[in-house]
């Protein structure tokens, strides 16, 4: 029996389909499917709360959001569990909003009308703790100034950028980013003509808030002691 030829034309129309329906299979689930799929794992989740277990909170939201992504109409209790998921991953603001769409088109007769009520309040507490640490948060980062201290000492020559990084750090315990340089000398006052100092410059960053100064501005003078004797010192700062 002779074999029948498929017209080129037809071959080409197949071949285009076949190829088309494998790209589609490659795209992924039909977006109702994946939908359910991604609302089943977030019950999946809120489920072993609600059983007393531990749920995984993040996953659960990830998959809430995936589900609302497919542009698929969600279940009508939708935002109170987005809304709970978001609470219990610390995103209040985003909570907030969902519970209030959920509030105002079911009221007082939605399904979960009492546990949005308590959520809701959780989060609006959890929002405004979370807005009074960014304040004070963005208070110390402003607070950071920028200080220049000179310090020196008579006769102990020895390791200057240490011991006057230590007395700084003494003085302004939020005392960071430290740069110091330190030359010696003959004391040039008649009094103190044969006497040597080490005298440091040091630059700094200190925090007003944290050690709840007005400025770093000032001059100090120390008489440390040892066991071959005693040593003056001291240091005058000024805030840049």
């Known amino acids: 029996m002779p074999h029948t030829r498929l017209p080129r034309f037809l071959l080409a129309c197949l071949t285009a389909t076949l190829l088309g329906s494998g790209a589609a299979t490659a795209q992924g689930l039909p977006p109702t499917v994946e939908a359910d799929r991604q609302l089943q794992l977030a019950s999946g989740e809120m489920e072993k709360e ?11 939201a990830a998959a809430l959001k995936a589900a609302e992504a497919t542009g698929v109409p969600m279940p009508a209790n939708f935002d109170y569990h987005y809304g709970r998921a978001l609470q219990a991953t610390g995103q209040h603001a985003a909570a907030l909003e969902r519970l209030e769409r959920y509030l105002r088109v079911h009221g007082t007769k939605g399904k979960y009308y009492s546990q949005a009520l308590q959520i809701y309040t959780s989060a609006q507490a959890g929002k405004a703790a979370a807005d009074e640490a960014a304040r004070q948060r963005a208070a110390v980062a402003a607070a950071w100034v920028n200080v ?18 230590s007395r700084i750090e003494r003085y302004a315990p939020s005392a960071r980013n430290l740069d110091c340089s330190c030359k010696t000398g003959f004391i040039e006052h008649p009094a103190w003509r044969d ?3 080490i005298r440091c410059t040091v630059t700094w960053q200190g925090n007003l808030l944290q050690e709840k100064r007005e400025t770093f501005h000032g001059e100090r003078k120390y008489r440390t002691h040892s066991g071959s004797g005693s040593t003056l010192e001291g240091m005058r700062s000024r805030q840049e």
């Open 50 to 60: 609600d059983k007393g277990g531990k749920a995984d909170w993040p996953k659960a």
């Open 195 to 197: 006497h040597q100092e």
């Open 148 to 165: 220049k201290t000179t310090w020196w000492s008579v006769d102990e020559l020895e390791d200057g950028c240490e011991r006057a990084e």
